[in-house]
């Protein structure tokens, strides 16, 4: 394999790669034993030696032709190859190109996976990713409660939509933007490439992007310009299918909206099998069960990404009738069958909606939370937040 076979002089430039990663992102790159070979399968050599010491912020072409001492149209050429290739980020303003550096976290989680690509070199990279991400990848997010994704709850599920704030509305989200585009799942992805994994019965290409990333993954082959219609649509389909809304973490203009596979989202897995306080941060709702009409159907027990739900003995419940309203056949009568009723741990809710939105009884709503928390304005304030909680449960374990 490629890390094997790595002369000492290769060596001494992944590391050199591998130190100047450590300085880009929120979270840096945690030590794990899979690290430095996720580095070598993720970079050529040549690609490792061009990109250390490449600004994490956007450049131009000249100012980066004159640090890498490189004739600008030999530069602007790989550096275009290794936007497609999601190791460099590259926009247009007016009629400047400007160039950064991916950080770590973004091309291992993120940018790798985007385009759906099947060859050698993505296959290559998905174990050693997986690996890292349980061998320490994520351990510096363990302790904090502000996180990357925050769940936004599917519309028409909340209780009263007079109290929704705008950024805990869907449509009110994708008012901000004018330009969306849609990818791969990156969580799926990266398992369904890795044959240690079983693949995702789920959909696949439904993670959204929105403004200036979104015309970076469209302009790289990394996805695909959609219609606001054509996103809408994809929400729905995937409420229905039950995968989760997880909106990037701030309230102004937020990029991106995950639909979110609870059986291998980073995120949810960080919660039940890293063993973390906290996965995805929840919505200020949570679910609320109607006991007296709920029929024990456990739907919303097999949807609860969280395991928030479960069902419980209620022998004065069997064989009640709920009467509800159906769009194209008018009163419909469920029965009890089995006398259980669905019960909540409510600390456990991440307040998403997808238990919600499927109920057959409309036993379930989201209910406001007595104490609300707003989201980081913007991405900037979500980078100083998670920092600053870092340190401080770097404080507390010493």
């Not at 809408?232 to 979110?260: M, Q």
Request: hydrophobic share 30%; charged share 30%; net charge negative.
């Amino acid at each position: 394999t490629l890390y094997e076979e790595t002369t000492m002089s290769e060596q001494e430039i992944y590391e050199g790669l591998l130190n100047w990663l450590k300085k880009g992102g929120i979270s840096g790159l945690p030590e794990a034993d899979e690290l430095l070979p996720m580095i070598k399968a993720t970079y050529t050599p040549e690609e490792a030696s061009l990109l250390t010491g490449m600004p994490f912020s956007g450049k131009n072409l000249e100012e980066l032709a004159e640090m890498k001492q490189m004739d600008p149209a030999v530069l602007g050429e790989q550096l275009d190859g290794l936007a497609r290739k999601g190791l460099v980020f590259r926009i247009v303003k007016g009629d400047t190109v400007r160039y950064s550096l991916n950080e770590g976290f973004f091309v291992d989680y993120r940018s790798s996976w985007w385009g759906g690509n099947t060859d050698e070199r993505t296959k290559g990279i998905a174990p050693w990713v997986n690996q890292y991400y349980y061998h320490g990848g994520w351990d510096q997010l363990k302790d904090t409660h502000t996180k990357y994704l925050r769940a936004l709850p599917i519309e028409g599920t909340i209780e009263d939509p007079r109290e929704i704030r705008p950024y805990e509305e869907v449509r009110k989200v994708l008012d901000q933007h004018d330009y969306f585009s849609v990818s791969t799942c990156c969580c799926k992805h990266r398992k369904n490439l890795d044959p240690e994994f079983e693949d995702s019965r789920y959909p696949t290409e439904v993670c959204l992007h929105f403004g200036g990333l979104g015309r970076y993954i469209d302009e790289n082959g990394m996805g695909r310009q959609i219609t606001r219609q054509e996103a809408e649509e994809i929400l729905r389909e995937s409420a229905e299918a039950g995968l989760v809304h997880g909106v990037a973490n701030w309230e102004k203009a937020p990029d991106t909206i995950c639909n979110c596979d609870p059986d291998c989202c980073i995120f949810f897995e960080a919660f039940h099998k890293l063993k973390h306080a906290e996965g995805m941060s929840s919505s200020n709702y949570r679910v609320r069960v109607d006991s007296e009409t709920c029929i024990g159907c456990g739907l919303c027990v097999k949807r609860c990404p969280m395991y928030a739900l479960e069902l419980k003995d209620a022998p004065e419940a069997k064989d009640r009738i709920t009467v509800v309203e159906d769009e194209e056949k008018g009163k419909k009568e469920l029965k009890n069958r089995k006398g259980r009723v669905s019960t909540v741990n409510p600390d456990q809710c991440v307040g998403c909606g997808v238990c919600v939105y499927r109920c057959p009884s409309k036993s379930l709503v989201l209910e406001r939370k007595e104490v609300l928390e707003d989201p980081p304005q913007h991405v900037r304030d979500l980078g100083q937040r998670v920092m600053a909680e870092m340190a401080a449960a770097g404080r507390r374990g010493r």
